[in-house]
């Protein structure tokens, strides 16, 4: 069994920031692709951004790219994701993927964690 877990959602407003932690069992973290996805309200699964085993290779969904950034600390199973100038657009579960490749499609990773919530409104 793999396990991730998501953490630091919450409500902020727009303009404010938001740092996402995903925490990884040592069998999901070690040589997998970690990812961040996402699905807001009717809306479906949304990429938003990917980092390599290594943390060398990084990939950003178009809507995030030079807003969230993505890093990864793979001695302690932890990937971080960084949200500034946080948009309403961006409000939605998000979702924490590893797998065993780097991949901006969400059927590539095997292991999934639970979501943790972020809503941007005035």
């Known amino acids: 069994q793999v396990d991730l877990r998501e953490s630091g959602g919450g409500s902020v407003q727009p303009g404010e920031s938001l740092r996402l932690t995903c925490s990884a069992s040592?069998?999901?973290?070690?040589?997998?692709?970690m990812a961040w996805f996402r699905q807001g309200p009717g809306k479906e699964r949304e990429f938003v951004a990917v980092?390599?085993?290594?943390?060398?290779?990084?990939d950003y969904g178009d809507s995030v790219k030079g807003r969230f950034t993505v890093a990864r600390d793979s001695a302690n199973r932890m990937m971080t994701l960084q949200m500034d100038s946080l948009q309403t657009d961006d409000t939605a579960v998000y979702y924490c993927?590893?797998?065993?490749?780097?991949?901006?499609?969400?059927?590539?990773?095997?292991?999934w964690g639970q979501g943790t919530q972020v809503t941007v409104s005035a």
């Open positions: 040592a069998r999901a973290a070690r040589g997998y692709g």
């Open positions: 993927a590893a797998g065993d490749r780097f991949s901006r499609l969400a059927e590539n990773y095997s292991y």
């Open positions: 980092i390599s085993w290594s943390g060398s290779a990084t």
